[in-house]
């Protein structure tokens, strides 16, 4: 039996593992798309593993919806960390520092709202004949658009994630400004499909737009389907953004145990 706990982070959904007694065995890729299946299991974005770390409070594995490693998830960390402070696992909610995927990240809980300081963002190229940037490690692309509530997103994020030059893929992060909030609808390699939020790709579109003098000061707004999040940052002299902070809202939705890949109840 298997206890997990389903958050999300404006619409970005997860399910949680308490994995500090490695009871999960994280290469069972067929029980993760099971658990993240929406019809035949508990339904999400993604399984995120949380197991002790030596040298930080926690260590966090992200699995996508379809069993690949994710190299990392904005909106996952920001539930994780909320997640570790129901364990009794932060000790100082102003400096929570964990990693995942090699790489360390700090956070901040404030008024019960998670910020993440993301990694820094030194270069904006072009790829496919679209803006390229690496945000969490995770590559992102945008594209502007008009009238996005009726823009085809997933036909044409899944066109754009498949002719990309990496065999992995990219992320695809379709845009319109209205009145100064950004509106964003994101397709995601890993679930393959449009997610109602996505960190990362909030937080690409924010530094594309300051590099393009889109925005009037060092803060942007990111409309998603599931909620806004908040992107802040610093551009220093030689043109490197960092300082980045992710903030948004994290809700812990239940808890629920799964037997033999069966869900059999939840609470």
């Known amino acids: 039996m298997l206890t997990f706990y389903k958050y999300h982070g404006a619409g970005n959904d997860f399910v949680m593992i308490d994995n500090r007694h490695k009871i999960f065995n994280k290469n069972n890729i067929e029980l993760v798309k099971k658990i993240c299946h929406r019809h035949f299991g508990v339904g999400a ?13 926690f260590e966090m594995i992200y699995i996508n919806s379809d069993g690949s490693y994710g190299s990392m998830c904005g909106n996952g960390g920001r539930c994780i960390v909320q997640f570790a402070n129901s364990l009794g696992m932060v000790r100082d909610l102003q400096h929570i520092n964990f990693c995942a995927a ?30 390229f940037l690496y945000s969490g490690n995770t590559p992102h692309q945008v594209v502007m658009v008009a009238d996005l509530d009726m823009f085809p997103v997933l036909e044409q994020g899944k ?23 950004f509106h964003v609808r994101t397709y995601e390699r890993g679930v393959e499909n449009e997610t109602l939020a ?26 998603m389907p599931g909620g806004t999040l908040k992107i802040s940052f610093e551009k220093n002299s030689n043109g490197t953004y960092q300082n980045i902070w992710l ?21």
């Not at 030059?165 to 009145?179: A, I, S």
Request: charged share 25%; hydrophobic share 30%; glycine share 10%.
């Open 198 to 223: 996505c960190g990362t790709g909030a937080t690409s579109v924010a530094i594309y737009c300051a590099s393009k003098n889109l925005l009037k000061n060092n803060f942007c707004s990111i409309k």
């Open 45 to 57: 974005d993604g399984v995120l593993l949380l197991e002790n770390s030596h040298d930080y409070d």
């Open 102 to 131: 090699g790489e360390i990240y700090q956070a901040q809980m404030i008024d019960g709202r998670v910020r993440l300081k993301m990694q820094d963002v030194s270069e904006i190229t072009e790829r496919n004949g679209l803006p």
């Open 159 to 181: 066109k754009i994630r498949y002719a990309d030059t990496d065999p992995q893929g990219v992320n695809v992060n379709f845009v319109e400004e209205r009145e100064g909030i």
């Open 247 to 267: 903030e948004g809202p994290t809700t812990f939705v239940y808890t629920g145990e799964i037997r033999d890949t069966e869900v059999v109840g939840c609470r």
